[in-house]
């Protein structure tokens, strides 16, 4: 048995099927949650705190918000996680389908 900590995480891993988010260019989501989103990008490129009018393109539907760099990860894999700062309650309800539906 290691003594190594487990990484527990409850949201969506592995490409996100259906979704993608276009800032600067479009990148695909990685994990996703209610609140965050993590994409492969360079890390390098961002700020921390910075904030992005966005469209996300989920399903085959647009998706506006105002993301706003969480994390900037460079180790063991490379990108930053965006925390969803604002989004338009139906667009949410949305968003929140298509997470459903990736989990079964």
């Known amino acids: 048995m290691s003594d ?3 990484e527990r995480r ?6 996100f099927p ?8 479009v990148y695909p989501a990685e994990e996703v949650s209610r609140a965050a989103i993590f994409v492969r990008a360079d890390p390098g490129r961002f700020d921390l705190g910075q904030t992005f009018e ?3 393109q989920v399903r085959g539907q647009w998706i506006a918000c105002r993301l706003q760099v969480l994390r900037r990860e460079t180790a063991p894999r490379r990108g930053v996680a965006l925390r969803i700062a604002d989004i338009a309650p139906d667009q949410a309800r949305a968003l929140d389908e298509a ?3 990736a989990r079964l």
């Open 18 to 25: 259906y979704l993608e988010v276009s800032l600067d260019q």
């Open 54 to 56: 966005a469209t996300m």
């Open 10 to 15: 409850r949201a969506v891993r592995g490409c």
């Open 4 to 6: 190594e900590p487990i």
């Open 99 to 101: 997470i459903d539906a």
